[in-house]
């Protein structure tokens, strides 16, 4: 979990960064640079400027490399979230590979708020549903072996929701397009073999 954790934390870093590339992306293009921060970068995870490697649909393909790997993901942001009044922040789902560290399709959710981490969270795709487990304003699948499962369902499927509840209660859930997540998923395989 602590490993999960750590790229969390930097997927977070660099899903700021693209964020603004995500929501006007219609064709590949590259990021913009990222700017300079007053705070000198943590030496142990300083942050590289994700490059935009193509939109499909609404899934973006990004890459990036940290001191230990390249980092490969594709993502997405929520098309719908109930409840609509709630202030909260952006949230994406994304799918990422660490060549480096033998990590491959490791499907991570930043919410967008922080999560009741005593209440189980779920993601459903079609008919299946999947545990996820909360931390902080993360969730990842529970039990590890479902991944590949999950992302044959990712494949198959036209949306999937994601269900969860706030620190402060509140039960949210986000419905998400699978709209060109195949060509996604296969580019940041290819990309990051």
């Keep these: 979990m602590t490993d999960r954790s750590l790229y969390a934390a930097l997927a977070g870093a660099i899903l700021v960064a693209a964020s603004s590339s995500l929501a006007t992306a219609q064709a590949p293009?590259?990021?913009?640079?990222?700017?300079?921060?007053?705070?000198?970068?943590?030496?142990?995870?300083?942050?590289?400027?994700?490059?935009?490697?193509?939109?499909?649909?609404?899934?973006?393909?990004?890459?990036?490399?940290?001191?230990?790997?390249?980092?490969?993901?594709?993502?997405?942001?929520?098309?719908?979230?109930?409840?609509?009044?709630?202030?909260?922040?952006?949230?994406?789902?994304?799918?990422?590979?660490?060549?480096?560290?033998?990590?491959?399709?490791?499907?991570?959710?930043?919410?967008?708020?922080?999560?009741?981490?005593?209440?189980?969270?779920s993601l459903q795709v079609g008919s299946d549903t999947y545990s996820l487990y909360a931390r902080k304003d993360g969730a990842w699948v529970r039990n590890i072996a479902d991944e590949a499962r999950l992302i044959e369902s990712l494949r198959k499927g036209s949306s999937l929701t994601v269900k969860s509840t706030s620190l402060r209660g509140n039960v949210t859930t986000d419905r998400y397009s699978l709209s060109g997540v195949t060509q996604a998923l296969d580019r940041a395989a290819q990309e990051c073999r």
């Design 29 to 121: 293009q590259p990021a913009k640079p990222a700017q300079q921060k007053t705070a000198p970068a943590k030496p142990a995870q300083p942050a590289a400027s994700p490059s935009l490697l193509g939109q499909y649909g609404d899934w973006g393909v990004y890459v990036s490399q940290n001191p230990k790997t390249k980092i490969c993901f594709a993502l997405s942001q929520p098309k719908e979230r109930q409840p609509a009044t709630l202030k909260r922040d952006p949230a994406y789902f994304f799918v990422s590979t660490r060549p480096g560290e033998n990590v491959k399709n490791e499907v991570s959710i930043l919410v967008g708020f922080p999560l009741k981490e005593d209440v189980e969270a």
